[in-house]
């Protein structure tokens, strides 16, 4: 069975309900596929489980016998209690030992007292290890894709709240902007930020848009000002190279949109005459002016404003809104005579 509501995937991977026995949990966000195979193993076994209880299979047993996780699983740990299995593995051996798995429970086989996570990658829908989780009732099947602005939001909160920190308007948003797809590694540098923050003797930490800025790596930022510069220098082709590139590296086409308003801003402070950029963005600032006059500039803000606001309120592919923007701007300033 599918689970595909936020909700219901969090209270699955607290409780999961006695009726099923295993979880494949699949898809691009790996740091995300492991935080939440060990968060059912935490729901499982409680908080510090017996070794005996933990079983990791390996490909080569799988392979050698895909009966093998059901004979792992029906067998009794040695110092009794509930089971835990664990399998990291190609989808065909995966796959060979859920079909192996389920077929045992067809013709009438008990129930084990275990349950197991198959671990995996990105998994298209006519995979055979997916469609067969998805159709199983005593089987849950959760995709994990990349954090998007919301889910970051919520990780973020989470975090600090655990650590008892406070954080600013200005430095949340930062975080957001610089956080990438991998929830892993998110999580890391929450933590490394939270420790850093942290006073000796002080029981939470106060962060600072300064704290971001000095801290936190802007995560894949020198592909988004190349997609930008593609996008700004009429370098069509570039550019949707660079944008599923990007995509496909979970970087959040808000992430790249916000970035490439922050960008036409400077431009348009260039423009008018008040500065409002650094002395590294000035040769890339100076060439896109050369292609874009004042009026196309506005026009160009006002359209990066609207896509933002449809990524986040008409339910439509984001990465969609966000291409055919920028693929429209890089066909515009293509056709752009170069001042």
């Given at each position: 069975m599918q689970i595909k509501r936020?909700?219901?995937?969090?209270?699955?991977?607290?409780?999961?309900?006695?009726?099923?026995?295993?979880?494949?949990?699949?898809?691009?966000?790996?740091?995300?596929?492991?935080?939440?195979?060990?968060?059912?193993?935490?729901?499982?076994?409680?908080?510090?489980?017996?070794?005996?209880?933990?079983?990791?299979?390996?490909?080569?047993?799988?392979?050698?016998?895909?009966?093998?996780?059901?004979?792992?699983?029906?067998?009794?740990?040695?110092?009794?209690?509930?089971?835990?299995?664990?399998?990291?593995?190609?989808?065909?051996?995966?796959?060979?030992?859920?079909?192996?798995?389920?077929?045992?429970?067809?013709?009438?086989?008990?129930?084990?007292?275990?349950?197991?996570?198959?671990?995996?990658?990105?998994?298209?829908?006519?995979?055979?290890?997916?469609?067969?989780?998805?159709?199983?009732?005593?089987?849950?099947?959760?995709?994990?894709?990349?954090?998007?602005?919301?889910?970051?939001?919520?990780?973020?909160?989470?975090?600090?709240?655990?650590?008892?920190?406070?954080?600013?308007?200005?430095?949340?948003?930062?975080?957001?902007?610089r956080l990438g797809g991998d929830r892993g590694v998110s999580r890391q540098e929450l933590e490394k930020l939270v420790l850093y923050c942290t006073s000796p003797g002080a029981s939470g930490a106060e962060i600072g848009l300064s704290?971001?800025?000095?801290?936190?790596?802007?995560?894949?930022?020198?592909?988004?000002d190349q997609l930008i510069d593609a996008v700004l220098s009429g370098q069509v082709e570039a550019a949707a190279r660079q944008s599923r590139r990007l995509s496909a590296e979970g970087v959040h086409p808000v992430r790249i949109l916000r970035a490439l308003g922050m960008h036409l801003d400077r431009l348009a402070a260039l423009e008018s005459g008040k500065g409002g950029y650094s002395y590294y963005q000035a040769e890339a600032l100076k060439r896109h002016a050369a292609r874009w006059p004042a009026r196309n500039v506005a026009r160009a803000q006002g359209l990066v404003l609207e896509a933002e606001l449809q990524c986040k309120t008409t339910g439509l592919p984001a990465e969609e809104i966000s291409e055919r923007l920028l693929l429209a701007l890089a066909r515009g300033a293509r056709e752009a005579p170069a001042g």
């Open positions: 936020s909700e219901e995937i969090e209270a699955f991977l607290k409780a999961p309900p006695r009726d099923v026995e295993g979880a494949l949990i699949h898809g691009r966000d790996q740091g995300l596929v492991r935080e939440r195979s060990k968060a059912l193993e935490a729901a499982v076994l409680g908080g510090a489980p017996d070794p005996f209880q933990l079983v990791e299979l390996s490909e080569a047993e799988i392979k050698d016998a895909p009966g093998a996780l059901y004979a792992e699983a029906a067998s009794i740990s040695m110092l009794g209690g509930r089971k835990f299995i664990r399998l990291r593995m190609s989808a065909d051996a995966a796959g060979s030992a859920l079909e192996a798995y389920l077929g045992e429970r067809e013709t009438g086989a008990a129930r084990p007292d275990a349950f197991f996570v198959i671990e995996a990658g990105d998994l298209r829908p006519s995979s055979a290890l997916r469609k067969a989780a998805e159709s199983a009732a005593s089987v849950a099947a959760i995709a994990c894709y990349p954090d998007d602005e919301t889910s970051l939001e919520a990780l973020i909160e989470t975090v600090l709240q655990q650590a008892r920190a406070e954080i600013s308007h200005e430095a949340k948003l930062a975080l957001v902007e704290d971001v800025l000095a801290l936190i790596g802007d995560t894949g930022g020198a592909e988004v």
